[in-house]
């Protein structure tokens, strides 16, 4: 059964830096796309950050130019560098993993941006 672990979140003060890693238990990483999500109390899970199999990335309007997605093969690991963060960003962040046939969602991660 495929996992997928996140982790990184916490509390950070406005103007702050995180970054989130989620590890993939299984091989066919490689192969998938992955995805940053997010769910802010309320309101509904959005899309923060995509890249594909051949990294090509995709972003929200709202965090482009502050955040960014990268992958490492080797590892199985997704990883979401998140600058200049904002009260607005709190939520609980999600990993994705899509490969024909499956999707496969993380257990999430709490980021709260607070003075």
């Known amino acids: 059964q495929v996992q997928l672990v996140e982790s990184g979140g916490g509390l950070v003060q406005p103007g702050g830096s995180l970054r989130l890693s989620c590890a993939v238990s299984?091989?066919?990483?490689?192969?998938?796309?992955m995805g940053w999500y997010r769910q802010a109390p309320g309101k509904q899970r959005e899309l923060v950050a995509t890249?594909?199999?051949?990294?090509?990335?995709n972003y929200a309007d709202s965090v482009k130019g502050r955040f960014t997605i990268s992958r490492d093969n080797a590892k199985n690991t997704v990883y979401l560098q998140m600058n200049s963060l904002k009260p607005e960003d709190t939520a609980v962040y999600y990993c994705?993993?899509?490969?024909?046939?499956?999707?496969?969602w993380g257990q999430g991660t709490q980021v709260t941006v607070s003075s």
């Open positions: 890249i594909s199999s051949g990294d090509i990335t």
């Open positions: 299984r091989s066919f990483f490689s192969i998938a796309t």
């Open positions: 994705k993993l899509t490969v024909p046939l499956a999707v496969i």
